[in-house]
């Protein structure tokens, strides 16, 4: 699990994006048996984050950096198929990370990013499109905190939650909003000066209105989600059991007898996966 430790109102915890992935991951291996390893409380942020209180941002080279020595210790560990689950804004740092771990060690794997609010886009639809919500999903509003509530109902207090109008400078239909489920021309994060930063218009640290949230919002979206990334990893298990990997000659120009060595692993009589390269 993914997420970032960052400010979502006065009604949510600052771990919300941790425990939204981390609730999925472990419903997910109840159902499957796999295994989920401890969740990454801190990420990168865009630009209009910075400044926030209750928000630490870690720079895209320390973030990407993390990353990559968390997939290789992971791989080094014998977990060779790796699911990143994200829960945070930070969707176009991710597959940085690991682009760059599969250049630096070229090494058969399966490491996928997956951004759970992109799995499931036809459960964010306005009440307009046939969908539960008011608003539109953009950060710690009506749709984010829903979800919340239906997953954690603990650790939310929605009698302190406050609203605001989210607004941007351009026209609405050029820049889209959280998770670009509008399918806008521009990113949501493809820009800066379209819209103002956090901590000068939204210091409540939320970008909507929460206090319209409901768990009966989110739960078909919830079940729909978890029945994806039940099947994803129900795939990869069928694709590639234990033992088996991605075929070395197809995915790696590197020689065999190199990759057996750290296939094998260090325990085994092996190499470990540092033996190729360090740092990762």
Same mark, same amino acid.
């Given at each position: ?8 109102? =006065?009604?949510? /915890? ?44 870690? =720079?895209?080279?320390? &973030? ?14 014998? &977990? ?36 759970? %609010? ?18 539109? &999903? ?13 997953? &954690? ?12 109008? =989210? ?17 806008? =021309?521009?990113?949501? %994060? ?11 218009? %939204? ?24 029945? %994806? ?17 991605? /075929? ?33």
């Amino acid at each position: 699990p993914l997420g970032a430790t960052e400010a979502h109102g =006065p009604n949510a /915890p600052i771990g919300e994006d941790i425990f939204l992935v981390t609730r999925m991951a472990e419903a997910v291996a109840e159902r499957t048996g796999c295994t989920v390893s401890e969740p990454l409380w801190w990420g990168s942020h865009p630009y209009h984050h910075l400044g926030m209180p209750s928000t630490v941002v870690i =720079p895209e080279e320390v &973030f990407t950096g993390f990353l990559r020595a968390m997939i290789a210790g992971f791989w080094n560990m014998g &977990f060779r198929k790796q699911i990143l689950l994200n829960g945070h804004g930070q969707e176009y740092v991710i597959p940085t990370a690991i682009h760059q771990f599969g250049k630096r060690y070229r090494v058969p794997a399966l490491v996928i990013n997956l951004n759970w %609010y992109h799995a499931v886009q036809d459960h964010f639809k306005l009440k307009a499109q046939g969908g539960p919500y008011e608003t539109p &999903f953009i950060h710690a509003d009506e749709v984010e905190t829903s979800w919340c509530l239906a997953l &954690f109902p603990e650790l939310m207090k929605q009698e302190w939650a406050v609203d605001n109008n =989210p607004f941007g400078f351009l026209p609405e239909g050029h820049v889209d909003k959280a998770g670009n489920l509008l399918r806008r =021309p521009i990113n949501w %994060y493809g820009h800066i000066g379209a819209g103002p930063i956090e901590v000068k218009a %939204y210091i409540e640290g939320v970008v909507g209105k929460p206090s319209l949230a409901k768990a009966e919002k989110a739960l078909p979206g919830v079940e729909a989600l978890l029945d %994806y990334i039940e099947r994803l990893v129900t795939d990869i298990v069928k694709t590639f059991p234990p033992g088996k990997l991605p /075929p070395m000659e197809l995915v790696t120009e590197r020689d065999k007898e190199e990759l057996e060595a750290v296939l094998k692993g260090p325990a085994r009589g092996g190499k470990s996966l540092y033996s190729l390269g360090w740092p990762p």
